[in-house]
C-alpha cells in the first residue's frame, strides 16, 4: 500500500538500519524539552488525526502514546477493543479499512497476535505504528529504552547487556536484542530453559529476506549496511549469573503470570529465588550498571524491591522518555524528518 | 460411443509403457490401445493429442470438499470442478465434515453429489472414530460397504495410541488403510508455524518438526505389530521422512504422501504474516524440505496429494494466530509439480505419473484406475509439460481463494481430463 504525503510505518525494530534507529532518537532528544515546558504543547501535528487501536489492556503504552499526540497537537482518539475483532464478528481487514475510511494520519496498535501491525499496513492508507503485537515487536520500547542507555552510557558499541527472563514470549527482548546489537551492543539472555529456547542466539541472523517471497508491502526500509551485526553479538546463558557478570546494563522483563496455566516454570516462588534480580546478582555486573524493566513490575517475583528502588533503578526515567519517543516516531511517521 | 485418444504419448507407470500410443475408449473403459499406424475404428470420434502426454487419470488421496455442512467454503461440486481443471479425475475427501463423515448415510450422499455434478470421482475415507473424537470406533465395515476407501481422523489425529491400535486391527478386516495426520498435538497445542528460527524471529507460536515424528514413530509400530496397512498423510519433517523409509526396508506395510506445498515452500514465506501461508503440517525449515526432496527421489514418499483445504476469505482475513489452517491446492498441484520436481531435475515424467496416479490407486486399491490397461476405467490426465500458464486466484473454480500461489507461473500443465471416457476438462 502506497502511503500518502511521505507516511511511514514503524513495525517493528528488526527492518530498520541503525542509522534510521540513531535518527528516531536524536529526533526523541530534541522532543524532551517539550515534556518538561510550563505550556507542553507544540503546533507540529495541528491537523493530524491519531487513533490508538488497542486491542490488549494497557496503561502506560496507551497513556504515552496518547500524551505524545497531544503535546504535538494531533487529534487522538483512544479505541479499545475487548480482544479480537473476531468478538465482534468483523474481521481484522474491515476493522482496518472502517477506520481507514475516516483518514486518519497515523493509526498506532497494540494487539496480542504477533504480525497485527504488519497486516494492517498491507491494507491501511494511515502510517501504521507498532505498540506491541503478542510476542513479535515493540519497537517503541527498545527506542526509549536506548533513549535510557544513551542517556547514562553515552553510546552502544561494545557495551554488555543482559536480558533476563521469559526470552521466549518477550516483545521488548525481541525489539531490544534486534536495537542493541545493530547499534553495536552485544546482548547476553538468561532465564529457565522452558523459556530461552534452542537456537535463540541465531535470532538476530534472519534479517535477510527470503528468496521468491514478496516484500513487506508499506514497511519501512529493509536495513541497510551499516545495521550489521556479528554473530558473536547475542549470547545466550545457561546460568542468570553468567549473563549479569561484567553487564553495564540488566534488563528484567516481566513475568507475565497467566502464562502460569502453561507450567512454564513450577511456581513463582521458585522463579524468584532461582531467577529473581537481587541485590546480590545485581552486584555481579559492574558496579556502574544500570537496570532497566518495561513493568509492570511483579516486586519480589523477577526484581526484589529493594533493586527497582535503588539508584541504579531508572525504571521511572524510561517512562518518561517514553512520550519523547513517540513524539518523535509520530512525528516521523506523518512526514517529519530526523535531525541531520 | 467410441473415442480415440490420438497422437499423444503414453506413459502408463503400472503397465511399464512410456511409448507413442493411440487409447480407444468405448462405453467408459479403455478397450484397446493402437499403434499410431493402426486404423481406428470406424465411426470414432478422435481427440487429438499431438505433442501431449496421455497418463492414467490423477488420483489425489487427500482434500477437503467441505460438504456437507460449510458449503461456503466449497461444495463437492465446485471441489469437483477445480479437480477436474488441475488434472485429478478422483479425489478422496477426508470426513471432517460437518457432522463428520463417521457413518454409511454421509458417505453415500457424498457420492451421490459427486454423481450429480459428474464432474471428477469423489472416493470418500470414513472417520476413525465416532465424531472423529478420538474415543469409539466409527462404523468401519459399514461406510467400506457404502464406498469408502480409507479411514482417517486427519486434522485430529487420533491421540490414543491403544485406541489407534484398536482402529488399525478392526480396519484390517475390511481392508482399509488407517491414515495418519501425524501430530502430537501436547507438543503441538497453540501452534500456528514451524518451530524453529523464523517462529522465533516473528514471535509466533511453533510447531516443532518432533510433535510429527513421534506420532509417525508411533503409527509405524502400530502398524508393525497389528499388520494394518498405514498411510502417513502429507508427510513434512525429515524424521518421518527417515522413519517411513526404515518401515519400509524392514517391510512394514507403510505408505505415505507429501504435499505440493511441503515440497516448494519453506517457514521463511510467513515473514510477511500473510495466512495463506498458513497450514498444518507448517512449511517446515529448509532441512526437511531437503529431506522432502531426497525421500521422492529415493521413492520413500508414494504419492502427491494436495490437502486442498478451502477457507472463506473472511475466514482467513484475520489474525494470524486466530486464522484456520489450510490452502486449495488442486489447479496448482500438477504445475508445482513440474516447476519444482520434474523441471529441476529431481523426478522424470513417469515417476511424477506414478506418483500421481499408480500409486495412488494401488494405497488405496482402487481397482481399474491408476492404468490406461484395456479393461481400466477411462480416466486419463492429458498433459502439454511446456504449456506456459499463470495461476490466478480470481479465476479458481474453488469457491475459495486462499492459495499462497495467487500469481505464480507455471511451466505444465493438465490440458484435457477425462472421467469414465468423458471429457469434463479442456484448457
Do not use: M
Given at each position: 500500500m502506497e502511503k500518502p504525503f511521505r507516511r511511514r510505518d514503524?513495525?517493528?525494530?528488526?527492518?530498520?538500519s541503525a542509522a534510521e534507529i540513531k535518527g528516531i532518537l536524536d529526533t526523541s532528544e530534541n522532543f524532551l524539552e517539550v515534556n518538561v515546558r510550563e505550556i507542553k504543547k507544540v503546533p507540529t501535528l495541528r491537523g493530524k488525526t491519531v487513533i490508538n487501536l488497542f486491542f490488549e489492556n494497557s496503561t502506560r503504552t496507551r497513556t504515552s502514546f496518547e500524551l505524545a499526540a497531544k503535546r504535538l497537537s494531533a487529534d487522538a482518539v483512544n479505541i479499545s477493543v475487548a480482544s479480537s475483532s473476531l468478538s465482534k464478528g468483523e474481521t481484522l481487514v474491515d476493522t482496518a479499512l472502517n477506520l481507514d475510511a475516516m483518514n486518519p494520519d497515523c493509526i498506532v496498535v497494540r494487539h496480542g497476535s504477533a504480525g497485527v501491525p504488519y497486516q494492517l499496513a498491507k491494507v491501511s492508507k494511515a502510517a501504521i505504528i507498532n505498540a506491541g503485537d503478542g510476542s513479535n515487536e515493540h519497537p517503541t520500547q527498545a527506542l526509549l529504552d536506548a533513549m535510557t542507555i544513551r542517556e547514562h552510557k553515552?553510546?552502544?558499541?561494545?557495551l554488555e547487556v543482559a536480558i533476563v527472563g521469559d526470552i521466549l514470549h518477550s516483545r521488548v527482548a525481541r525489539s531490544n536484542i534486534h536495537l542493541l546489537t545493530k547499534l553495536g551492543a552485544r546482548v547476553r539472555v538468561a532465564g529457565p530453559g522452558t523459556l530461552v529456547p534452542n537456537g535463540f542466539e541465531h535470532l538476530i541472523h534472519l534479517g535477510e529476506r527470503p528468496s521468491g517471497s514478496p516484500p513487506y508491502e508499506g514497511g519501512v526500509a529493509a536495513a541497510s549496511a551499516d545495521g550489521v551485526v556479528l554473530p558473536q553479538q547475542l549470547q545466550v546463558c545457561e546460568h542468570i549469573e553468567d549473563a549479569i557478570r561484567g553487564a553495564d546494563v540488566v534488563m528484567i522483563l516481566r513475568i507475565q503470570r497467566e502464562r502460569q496455566d502453561a507450567a512454564y516454570f513450577p511456581t513463582l516462588r521458585e522463579y524468584s529465588i532461582h531467577y529473581g534480580l537481587t541485590n546480590e546478582r545485581l552486584d555481579?555486573?559492574?558496579?556502574d550498571a544500570i537496570v532497566l524493566h518495561p513493568g509492570p513490575m511483579n516486586r519480589g517475583i523477577e526484581i526484589a524491591s529493594e533493586v527497582a528502588d535503588s539508584?541504579?533503578?531508572l525504571i521511572l526515567d524510561q517512562v518518561k522518555y517514553g512520550v519523547a519517543v513517540r513524539m518523535a516516531v509520530l512525528y516521523l511517521a506523518t512526514g517529519g524528518s530526523a535531525p541531520t | 460411443m467410441k473415442l480415440l485418444i490420438a497422437n499423444g504419448h503414453l506413459i502408463d507407470p503400472a503397465a511399464q509403457e512410456n511409448t507413442g500410443m493411440n487409447v480407444l475408449i468405448e462405453d467408459g473403459k479403455v478397450s484397446a490401445w493402437l499403434r499410431p499406424n493402426e486404423k481406428p475404428p470406424e465411426g470414432c470420434e478422435v481427440f487429438d493429442a499431438s505433442g501431449l502426454l496421455v497418463a492414467p487419470g490423477f488420483i489425489d488421496l487427500h482434500v477437503h470438499l467441505r460438504e456437507p455442512g460449510q458449503e461456503h467454503k466449497e461444495t463437492i461440486a465446485s471441489g469437483a470442478a477445480a479437480a477436474v481443471a488441475g488434472g485429478w479425475t478422483s479425489v478422496c475427501p477426508m470426513p471432517n465434515t460437518n457432522p463428520v463423515n463417521d457413518n454409511a448415510a454421509i458417505t453415500r450422499y457424498m457420492i451421490e453429489q459427486a454423481e450429480h455434478a459428474g464432474l471428477a470421482n469423489v472416493f470418500p475415507i470414513g472417520a476413525i472414530t465416532k465424531s472423529s473424537d478420538g474415543a469409539e470406533l466409527a462404523e468401519m465395515g459399514e461406510m467400506k460397504a457404502a464406498g469408502a476407501v480409507a479411514v482417517s481422523d486427519d486434522g485430529r489425529p487420533v491421540p490414543n495410541a491403544g485406541i489407534m491400535r484398536r482402529a488399525m486391527q478392526y480396519a484390517k478386516d475390511f481392508g482399509l488403510p488407517v491414515i495418519d495426520h501425524c501430530e502430537d498435538k501436547s507438543l503441538s497445542a497453540g501452534g500456528v508455524m514451524h518451530e524453529g528460527r523464523v517462529s522465533l524471529l516473528l514471535g509466533l507460536k511453533g510447531m516443532p518438526a518432533l510433535a510429527e515424528d513421534i506420532d509417525a514413530v508411533r503409527d509405524i509400530i502400530l502398524a508393525k505389530d497389528t499388520g494394518a496397512h498405514v498411510h502417513i498423510a502429507h508427510v513434512s519433517t525429515k524424521g518421518a521422512v527417515d522413519a517411513v523409509r526404515r518401515a519400509k526396508n524392514e517391510g512394514i506395510n507403510v505408505t505415505c504422501e507429501v504435499t505440493p506445498h511441503h515440497f516448494t515452500l519453506t517457514d521463511k514465506f510467513v515473514e510477511g504474516y500473510d495466512t495463506n501461508y498458513k497450514m498444518a503440517p507448517p512449511l517446515r525449515s529448509e532441512e526437511h524440505l531437503e529431506a522432502i526432496i531426497e525421500g521422492i527421489k529415493d521413492g520413500t514418499i508414494d504419492a502427491i496429494a494436495t490437502d486442498h483445504a478451502p477457507h472463506h476469505h473472511d475466514e482467513k482475513a484475520l489474525e494470524f494466530d486466530r486464522a484456520p489452517m489450510g490452502i486449495t491446492g488442486l489447479e496448482t498441484a500438477v504445475g508445482l509439480a513440474f516447476n519444482e520436481l520434474v523441471h529441476k531435475g529431481i523426478i522424470s515424467l513417469e515417476r511424477l505419473v506414478e506418483m500421481c496416479s499408480a500409486n495412488p490407486a494401488r494405497i488405496f486399491s482402487l481397482e481399474g484406475r491408476g492404468t490406461l490397461r484395456p479393461g481400466s476405467v477411462a480416466d486419463i490426465t492429458v498433459i502439454d509439460p511446456e504449456a506456459k500458464w499463470t495461476y490466478s486466484n480470481a479465476e479458481s473454480r474453488s469457491r475459495s481463494r486462499n492459495s499462497p500461489f495467487d500469481g505464480w507461473e507455471f511451466t505444465g500443465r493438465a490440458v484435457a481430463t477425462f472421467v469414465g471416457g468423458k471429457l469434463v476438462f479442456q484448457a
Open positions: 514503524l513495525l517493528g525494530i528488526r527492518e530498520l553515552k553510546q552502544f558499541d561494545g555481579l555486573a559492574k558496579k539508584s541504579r533503578s | -
